[in-house]
């Protein structure tokens, strides 16, 4: 039996239709502007979500730190939920890469929202770190995989030009958000001055992600790709298969939104295990399992056994996700083998390693 693989939906393989496409890919020098794939793939995004310009980038990493290092000077600080991506899990490039301070907020199931920014607001002073930019993310990941409400976002943008800040999101996980959120590109988009957007989640491609905004920020972002070291040449073998994800895979997104309630729905039946399948909005499914019976560690390891790949993100806490490669015949084996697991109350525990070492993805 095969692996079933729900840890990320980074692990997706490129399709034959994708390295196909790869293969066919027209490349020129992309640093010097001059790779008409990249060019292709920058116009098609900043079509769909009304911005004027956009600049592809290695990773979702690269593109949100050039979208802080664009909208922040050095000793400027950023506003953003607690369990950003951002503040968390790149590795503290704000305060590496252009010294912004990350000042983390703690919001609902991973949003932020007017309120909760209007009570951490703080003027500019000479005590206080002077505040520049908002970031945003959606779907939010530790929330849940969440969708931010339209409304949400434009209370949070009306808040931040009514005190001269500016708004990213990190949207590694964006056409999931839209999906769920029943708001198209560009009316979200018009809620933020840049977004990140990733095509190497559930867009299935190897990798590749691209950063939209006015001219003059990215312009900005551009210089910072160059500094970052992310400036590519023929980048167009990869862009080729993030435009062939923009006509073939975005569609097929709600096939893994549907396998993930489908998965959900399934689980929560289990005993032992606490999901509530109402709140999975996306393709992220995040459960818990009752202290009394075991550990998210010993519960991932003990259905790494059985070939079902699924990771701890808390003391209880465990993610599965859906992507392209798994299907409902896999999911319903990974949660028959959940059940297992769990009515057999037998556990591995290799390394009693304590939750310090939960990854995002
Ligand atoms: C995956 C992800 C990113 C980008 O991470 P990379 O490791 O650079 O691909 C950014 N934000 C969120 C919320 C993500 O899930």
């Not at 992507?323 to 390394?351: G, I, K, P, Y």
């Amino acid at each position: 039996m095969s692996i079933i693989e729900l840890r990320s939906d980074t692990f997706t393989q490129p399709t034959p239709g994708m390295r196909q496409a790869i293969a066919n890919a027209v490349c020129g020098d992309d640093m010097l502007g001059e790779d008409p794939t990249v060019n292709d793939l920058e116009a098609r995004i900043c079509q769909m979500l009304g911005k004027e310009a956009a600049v592809f980038a290695c990773s979702g990493t690269q593109s949100n730190q050039m979208g802080v290092w664009a909208q922040c000077r050095t000793g400027d600080e950023l506003l953003i939920e607690e369990g950003g991506h951002i503040a968390n899990y790149e590795g503290g490039a704000p305060a590496v890469l252009g010294g912004v301070s990350c000042r983390k907020i703690r919001g609902t199931r991973g949003m932020l929202s007017a309120d909760v920014l209007q009570a951490a607001w703080r003027p500019i002073n000479q005590h206080f770190t002077p505040t520049r930019l908002v970031c945003v993310e959606n779907t939010a990941n530790l929330g849940g995989g969440v969708a931010y409400p339209l409304k949400q976002l434009q209370e949070i943008r009306d808040w931040a030009q009514s005190h001269g800040l500016s708004v990213h999101m990190d949207g590694a996980r964006f056409f999931n958000a839209c999906l769920a959120g029943g708001y198209t590109p560009a009316e979200v988009a018009e809620t933020c001055d840049t977004i990140s957007i990733c095509f190497s989640k559930g867009l299935g491609c190897p990798m590749g992600s691209i950063l939209v905004g006015s001219k003059e920020v990215i312009f900005h972002a551009r210089r910072a790709r160059k500094i970052f070291g992310g400036a590519l040449r023929q980048a167009g073998i990869v862009a080729a298969a993030c435009v062939y994800a923009l006509d073939n895979h975005l569609d097929r997104l709600k096939v893994d939104h549907d396998n993930a309630q489908f998965f959900a729905r399934e689980i929560s039946t289990i005993p032992g295990v606490i999901i509530d399948p109402a709140a999975v909005e996306t393709n992220l499914v995040y459960f818990e399992i009752d202290p009394s019976v075991a550990t998210a560690d010993q519960v991932a390891q003990t259905l790494a056994r059985r070939k079902v790949m699924v990771i701890p993100l808390g003391p209880q806490r465990l993610r599965a996700c859906t992507h392209l490669d798994v299907n409902r015949d896999a999911l319903q084996r990974a949660a028959d083998s959940l059940r297992e697991v769990m009515t057999s109350r037998t556990f591995t525990s290799e390394c009693t390693t304590q939750a310090s070492a939960y990854s995002s993805r």
